[in-house]
Each structure stands twice: as C-alpha cells, then as structure tokens.
C-alpha cells in the first residue's frame, strides 16, 4: 500500500472516530471540531510566500499534456510547516496560507493608500503656499530674493 494511500485511510478513519468531515476536496474547520487556535503574523506570512518556488509539473502517472501549478510540498513544509508531513499539502493549509497573504497585502494596500492621501494633501499645501509666493512676488509687494549661485 503507497503511504498516500495509508495516509488517506487514516485521516478517512480518524474523520469517522471524531466525526470530523475530511475529503480531498473540503475538511472541517468548525469551531467545535478544531483547538490549539493560535493567531498568525500575516506579513511574516507574506515573506515567506514571495519566496516560495512555485512551479508547473506533472504527478509521474499523468499523461504528458496534464499540468500542474503550485510549490513542492517540501518547500511549503520549510516554508510553513503546516499539514501532516512534507510530501502532501492540505488544501485547508492552501487555503489558509492564501487568505492569511491577501488580508496582508490588503493592510499594505490600505496603509500606502493612507499614506498617499497624506502625499497628495501635503503636495497640494506646498502648491497653494507656492502660488500665494507667486501673487505677492508678481504684485510687487516683495522684491524676489536671488538664490545664491543663480542669474
């Protein structure tokens, strides 16, 4: 028997025993059914899915035109060490990791825009302050000052 196999036999008998539903496609996240919760740091998170190789390729029983994307199981093992063991990733785990990253990259995208807004504001205070310095120059109320160096 191939220890994916065996693997798949166990989580399937360990989800009758618990009563927790595990299929390839869905596993159970419910509240009653989980514990050891602990919070993630989303941007650490992050870093490491900018450095995770991911790939295409092909299972070794796959005909030739099948193709695959995603990271080699060892590599998101190293890289978040989340799962059973290194040659399989849940798709819970995928899942998570990839909400984990999104509401990380939508913090960034909301503090830049934050901090773009400020921009934006500052630039237009300086360019009212430069055409007030404009008007009262170009009325004659002060003589333009030369900047050392200049003609």
Same mark, same amino acid.
């Given at each position: 028997?191939s220890?994916?196999?065996?693997?798949?036999?166990?989580?399937?008998?360990?989800?009758?025993m618990t009563?927790?539903? *595990?299929?390839?496609?869905?596993?159970?996240?419910?509240q009653g059914q989980?514990?050891?919760?602990?919070?993630?740091?989303?941007?650490?998170?992050?870093? $490491?899915?900018?450095?995770?190789?991911?790939?295409? *390729?092909?299972?070794?029983?796959?005909?030739?035109?099948?193709?695959?994307?995603?990271?080699?199981?060892?590599?998101w093992?190293?890289?978040?060490?989340?799962?059973?063991?290194?040659?399989?990733?849940?798709?819970?785990?995928?899942?998570?990791?990839?909400?984990?990253?999104? #509401?990380?990259?939508?913090?960034?995208?909301?503090?830049?825009?934050?901090?773009?807004?400020s921009l934006? $504001?500052?630039?237009?205070?300086?360019?009212?302050?430069?055409? #007030?310095?404009?008007?009262?120059v170009?009325?004659?109320?002060?003589?333009?000052?030369?900047?050392?160096g200049?003609?």
């Amino acid at each position: 028997m191939s220890s994916r196999l065996r693997s798949w036999l166990i989580r399937r008998a360990a989800s009758r025993m618990t009563g927790a539903v *595990w299929s390839p496609v869905a596993s159970t996240a419910e509240q009653g059914q989980v514990q050891s919760c602990e919070p993630v740091n989303g941007f650490k998170l992050l870093d $490491e899915v900018l450095k995770l190789p991911v790939s295409t *390729w092909r299972y070794t029983a796959d005909p030739p035109e099948v193709r695959h994307l995603g990271p080699m199981a060892q590599d998101w093992w190293a890289a978040f060490g989340v799962g059973v063991d290194d040659k399989t990733i849940c798709c819970t785990d995928a899942n998570g990791v990839s909400i984990v990253a999104i #509401q990380a990259l939508h913090r960034l995208l909301a503090e830049t825009q934050g901090e773009l807004v400020s921009l934006r $504001e500052q630039v237009d205070l300086l360019r009212a302050r430069q055409d #007030q310095a404009v008007t009262v120059v170009a009325q004659g109320d002060v003589a333009p000052r030369m900047v050392p160096g200049s003609r």
